[in-house]
């Protein structure tokens, strides 16, 4: 457990710098067009689906610390960044925007490079923020933790900057000499809604002997990520768990996994995951209320501190067998 008054703290650093720091720039090759308040996960066909009153909750670095609880945020602000411009924002995505999902390679690809973008904008933000705080905070408790977050950050960076790179590689192309195979997608639908959405990366080891699935929220020695969605949409929730086929050898034990377990043991785990790891997320207010109670949400908030300022590694084991997908189902 984090001490409160840490978080408290770190909470008001935060937010005195984060809106000044933020990183605002189109990260599309050779772009210099003025950058606009993109979604990483879409407004009309998501957000919307989930809402309630236009509104929907979510973990907000600059007060779920002194509050221990989600945020009200609406929609129209909900999940933005500020990664693309107008044109770039509106031209690439059009596959998952205009269109519902049907599981084609290039919506999968669309999903996880838009993942990719948003963390590495916010890395970049994050890694700004740091150095202004030493710069300025002269005082401040936590500067051995400020320059470790630093160096893992940037770190973070190069390799995010990397898988970019593989994507741009073949959005650059024109749309009929893309190869959208260069990811693999591993889709599984639930057959009802579920009022949550995540668009997060995250970085899980499979032990096969112990059936076991680890996830470091610190710096691994070499970091592999996975490209983590989750969204309603019709009558079902799809989850999708992507990476670069180049990665697949670094992955085949968990996928071979979880394709072997039952639904009930996918949702559970996939809860673990998000309570653990993710921290773009968005339920229904309605639904929260209802079915999550202050223990789930308070155990979800923690992990998410922890991830944020703790420099030691959180396994799934750690996390409560919880089905968050089953306590936000759609019951209207």
Known sequence: MIPREKMIEWSKIVSKYLKECTFKKCIFPNCNVKYSKAHSIQKSKILERIAHNGK????DPRKTYITGDFEEVGINKASTFFGFCNHHDNSLFLEIEDKDYNGTLEQNFLFAYRTCARQYVERKTALKVYKKILREQKDIQMNSLIHEEINLTNYLIDKLSNQLQKFHGELTKRSSNRDYTILFTNMKKLSYISLIAVSSIIDLRFNIKEE???SDVTCPKEFTPLFFNVFPQNNSTFLLLSCFSTDLDVFKDLFTYIDSINTNKLETLYSQIILSQCQN?????SRMEASLSKKIVS???NNMIYSMISKRSKHLSSTPPIN???SLKDDS
Do not use: A, T
């Not at 929907?56 to 973990?59: A, F, H, K, L, N």
């Not at 997320?281 to 207010?285: A, G, Y």
């Open 281 to 285: 997320l968005f339920v229904s207010p």
């Open 299 to 301: 155990n979800l908030v």
């Open 212 to 214: 076991k699935i680890h």
């Open 56 to 59: 929907v909750m979510s973990y």
């Open 324 to 326: 968050i997908f089953q």
